[in-house]
């Protein structure tokens, strides 16, 4: 390492503004029941703090805290779409965890929306995706949500440039790791290996993050039947 690059560096580095901090609670929030055959979407409001001093224009992370009452909180698949239509995961399902203490003021933390603006309407969509129909019903209480960024614009964010060839990088790469898994779901079907309920599981739970990736690219979109049909 040099250390006098490093000195020579920091005598000209630009630190990212303050961060700042903004909690949006719903005091008339409406509790909405959920199922494993019917799930919940809301639409919540937030202004990030306009005109005072937390406001937040620039997103860092983005906490969703949650309370929710299911039997078995293991088979819920949680989705928060922000404002400007970034569709992230929070929570997917986990067959294992068959607990039923659901999530009492739980946080649950992205990156995905980084740099955008937190302002307008987010949506939360909540499902019991286990696919298993056993009758079980839950609720959700309430929500807060939490922003964390910047009022100003960071420095950084005017040279773009390498954060797109990053992200193209990152792109290219989860889409060759997207075609290999494919591959051995595909190789799985052909050996008759999904005969065991664990390679089935795995099968679909992959297939699903496969999906939910694509419909965001508008790639193609796949399920299990369709390579069995082949």
């Avoid at 630190?15 to 494993?36: A, E, G, H």
Wanted: proline share 3%; hydrophobic share 35%; glycine share 4%.
């Amino acid at each position: 390492m040099n250390a006098f690059s490093f000195v020579m560096a920091a005598r000209s580095w630009t630190n990212v503004p303050k961060q700042r901090i903004c909690t949006t609670v719903f005091p008339s929030f409406t509790k909405r029941s959920i199922s494993d055959t019917s799930g919940a979407i809301i639409n919540f409001r937030t202004d990030a703090c306009a005109g005072q001093i937390n406001e937040v224009n620039y997103l860092e992370h983005v906490q969703l805290v949650l309370d929710i009452v299911y039997p078995i909180r293991g088979h819920l698949s949680i989705f928060v779409v922000s404002p400007q239509g970034t569709r992230t995961q929070l929570l997917k399902v986990r067959r294992e965890d068959k607990s039923p203490a659901g999530f009492r003021h739980w946080p649950f933390m992205s990156v995905h929306t980084w740099a955008e603006n937190p302002k307008g309407v987010w949506q939360l969509e909540v499902d019991d995706k286990s696919g298993r129909m056993e009758g079980i019903n839950g609720i959700i209480n309430n929500i807060t949500l939490v922003v964390y960024g910047t009022t100003e614009q960071p420095a950084h964010y005017a040279t773009s440039s390498r954060r797109d060839v990053r992200d193209d990088f990152v792109t290219n790469n989860r889409k060759d790791i997207d075609d290999l898994w494919l591959q051995r779901v595909k190789r799985l079907i052909n050996d008759r290996a999904l005969q065991r309920a664990d390679y089935i599981d795995g099968a679909m739970r992959y297939l699903d993050a496969v999906n939910q990736i694509r419909k965001r690219s508008t790639l193609r979109s796949y399920t299990v039947s369709e390579f069995v049909s082949r």
